[in-house]
């Protein structure tokens, strides 16, 4: 499915609105490793609050320069050998750019990752777009909540389509029967 609205991408990658799991995000004065311990396991990139929808798009622009060719368009890992960075227990446990930037800025090049000429503002723009990728994990192709109203398959104004239709494609096409 190819999405040509930034809208409709930003409702995919769930960066508008708030989650139930928001609601139930773990005090701040609790560490890591007790989150970890709790029944269920804790997955912090599912707990986060949206990020800044500028600084996300800024972030994948940059993530789309400089990142895609080794850690892939996907964050799955490139062409160049990058790691999958949905499966990075350090990406998913980013907060705020802490664990992320300085690997972008170099402190794994013994490691093969070499460091990437950007600003530290733009580091953690991408390290934004990171997490809120991470964010959507667990939630694709599950159903809605109980409660929640499934949304609709159904989008367009289908008068506005069928005007189209008629103007550009009704020449040489026949309407489809429905």
């Known amino acids: ?43 912090p990139g599912q707990q986060r609050p949206p990020g800044d929808l500028v600084q996300i798009a800024r ?29 990075s227990q350090l990406a998913l446990s980013d907060q705020d750019g802490e664990l992320i930037l300085p690997i972008i800025q170099g402190s794994r090049q ?24 991470m964010a959507t994990i667990g939630e694709q192709g599950m159903p809605p909540s109980i409660g929640q109203e499934a949304p609709s398959v159904l989008v367009g104004d289908i008068r506005a389509g069928q005007a189209y239709f008629d103007a550009k494609c009704n020449g040489c096409h026949s309407p489809p029967v429905i």
């Open 1 to 43: 499915m190819r999405v040509k609205c930034g809208c409709t991408a930003a409702v995919l990658l769930g960066l508008t609105g708030t989650t139930d799991l928001q609601a139930q995000a773990p005090p701040q004065a609790e560490t890591r490793q007790n989150e970890a311990r709790r029944p269920g396991g804790f997955v």
């Open 59 to 87: 972030g994948k622009a940059l993530y789309g320069v400089d990142c895609t060719s080794c850690h892939g368009a996907d964050l799955r890992g490139g062409d160049l050998g990058g790691p999958n960075l949905l499966r």
């Open 110 to 133: 013994s490691q093969g990752m070499p460091a990437v000429e950007m600003s530290r503002e733009d580091g953690m723009a991408v390290a934004a777009y990171v997490r809120s990728v």
